[in-house]
C-alpha cells in the first residue's frame, strides 16, 4: 500500500483512491463537454466499449468521451483524406444509427466505427444536397448559390423525425461558460460516472 493524504480534507487512503478519484473528475469534465442532447446517446455507446462482466476504466471513459467531444465540436467527419461537414444533429443519427445496428465484434476499441457510420450519412447528406442544387440550376432558379462540397447541410431525410436539421452553432453548443447547457449536464454526467465505476464508492469506504 502506497498512502496518499488529501491536502483539501486531510483524508488518509491508499494512492490508488486518489488516482480513481482524478480519473473520475477528467471522466465528468469530459461528460459535461457534450451537448446535452448527447447525454443518453453516449451512455449507451460507451457499454459497448466496457469488457465483458467489467465496468469500463474511468481512464479509458475520460479518453473516450474527450475524443468523441472534438469530434462532434469541430462539426467535421474526415476519412480516407475525405472530409464532410458533420453537424450535431448528424452524430445523433450516426449514434442511433450504430446503436441500432452494433457491430458483431465488441467491444470496441476506438471511435473509428461510429467516425465511419457519421462520414457515409455526411457523404449521402453532401451528394443529396449536390443533386438539389443541380434541379435548382436546371430550373433556372436565380437563389441557387453554389453548393459547398465539403460543408453541406444535413438532409431531413438522414435525420430522425424530431431532430432539427439547422446545425447548432459551436458556441452555442459547447462554449464551458453557458450555465443553462452545464446544469442540464451535470445530472446525466453524474448517472453516466455511477453507471461506469460501481466500485469506486467501495474503494473509497
Known amino acids: 500500500m502506497l498512502p496518499g493524504v488529501c491536502p483539501g480534507c486531510g483524508l488518509r487512503a491508499d494512492l490508488d483512491v486518489f488516482a480513481v478519484q ?36 474511468l481512464a479509458k471513459a475520460g479518453r473516450l468521451l474527450s475524443e468523441l467531444a472534438e469530434a462532434v465540436r469541430s462539426a467535421t467527419v474526415t476519412r480516407r483524406g475525405i472530409a464532410h461537414a458533420a453537424p450535431l444533429p448528424l ?4 449514434l442511433d444509427t450504430l446503436l441500432a445496428h452494433p457491430p458483431e465484434v465488441l467491444p470496441l476499441s476506438d471511435h473509428n466505427y461510429l467516425f465511419q457510420v457519421a462520414w457515409n450519412l455526411a457523404e449521402k447528406a453532401a451528394a443529396r444536397q449536390e443533386q438539389q442544387q443541380e434541379a435548382r440550376l436546371r430550373r433556372g432558379d436565380p437563389s441557387t448559390t453554389p ?25 452555442t453548443a459547447f462554449s464551458s461558460s453557458a450555465p443553462e447547457r452545464r446544469a442540464r449536464n451535470a445530472r446525466a454526467a453524474r448517472d453516466l460516472l455511477k453507471t461506469l465505476t460501481p466500485r469506486l464508492l467501495q474503494q473509497q469506504e
Open 91 to 94: 452524430w445523433s443519427t450516426a
Open 147 to 171: 453548393a459547398s462540397a465539403s460543408s453541406p447541410p444535413v438532409d431531413a431525410g438522414s435525420v430522425p423525425a424530431g431532430v432539427p436539421t439547422t446545425p447548432l452553432p459551436a458556441e
Open 22 to 57: 482524478a480519473d473520475s473528475n477528467q471522466a465528468l469534465a469530459a461528460a459535461l463537454d457534450l451537448p446535452p442532447s448527447l447525454g443518453s446517446r453516449v451512455l449507451r455507446y460507451l457499454r459497448l466499449f466496457s469488457p465483458p462482466k467489467k465496468p469500463l476504466a
